[in-house]
């Protein structure tokens, strides 16, 4: 059974400030993917990153990194120099090759940057 | 091009009504999927779809179903409605299982 947990309910930094959200998973296949998602206040989801379980290579995006470390089951997002339109709520996800072939989310961190 | 468009945006249902929510996209997706995002919690599996004429239960189906006659379309019905399906409903499409999702912008229904 796949299963993702985002201990982190809700984060508040000021701006330009770095921000690490948490993400560790489940899940006792070998082959999986994860990804992050971004739902802002307007409330649509805007997908960020995926990542397979075979590419433990970490990514850079603008301000945005993600650390990925089967060792530990995590994948971390990090937005540095956070900005006020960071503001969101930030999803964590994960599927893998068995069970349903369909994403099974983590409960968010809702990230607010005060300016 | 539209990409993934639910309808209705908003709708309130008393208590045993039935209804139906749209959803239809326009990428020739294979894979659609149906969440339902409660309140300060994360998305749960509804329904999903691998294709045409095919659909699976997700982890929270009870009380609704769904249909995929077309690659186009996967309407959700709500059938006698209740309090625990008050929500805001997430339809999503992608190329395959492992692909991004494309989501709608949600439906939010409410029943009193």
């Known amino acids: 059974a796949q299963k993702v947990t985002q201990a982190q309910t809700e984060i508040s930094v000021v701006e330009k400030e770095d921000v690490t959200l948490d993400c560790v998973y489940e899940?006792?296949?070998?082959?999986?993917?994860l990804f992050w998602y971004k739902q802002p206040p307007s409330g649509e989801l805007v997908f960020l990153i995926r990542?397979?379980?075979?590419?433990?290579q970490n990514e850079i995006s603008g301000r945005y990194s993600w650390n990925f470390q089967k060792s530990t089951s995590s994948f971390n997002f990090t937005i540095t120099a956070s900005q006020v339109v960071d503001s969101a709520v930030y999803f964590c996800?994960?599927?893998?090759?068995?069970?349903?072939?369909?994403?099974?989310f983590g409960s968010g961190t809702r990230l607010q940057v005060q300016p | 091009n539209a990409g993934v468009t639910q309808t209705p945006k908003f709708r309130i249902l008393k208590i045993g009504q039935s209804m139906t929510l749209q959803c239809t996209q326009d990428?020739?997706?294979?894979?659609m999927y149906w969440y339902r995002q409660d309140p300060g919690m994360g998305l749960k599996l509804i329904y999903y779809?691998?294709?045409?004429?095919?659909?699976d239960k997700g982890e929270v189906p009870n009380g609704y179903n769904v249909s995929r006659s077309t690659t186009e379309d996967f309407p959700l019905r709500l059938e006698l409605a209740a309090p625990s399906q008050t929500s805001v409903y997430f339809c999503?499409?992608?190329?395959?299982?492992?692909?991004?999702?494309?989501f709608g912008n949600g439906t939010r229904l409410t029943v009193t």
């Open positions: 990542r397979n379980s075979f590419d433990e």
């Open positions: 990428m020739n997706h294979n894979y």
């Open positions: 999503a499409s992608s190329t395959g299982y492992n692909s991004p999702l494309h």
């Open positions: 996800a994960l599927i893998d090759l068995t069970g349903r072939r369909a994403l099974t």
């Open positions: 899940t006792r296949d070998t082959t999986y993917y």
């Open positions: 779809s691998v294709g045409a004429g095919i659909t």
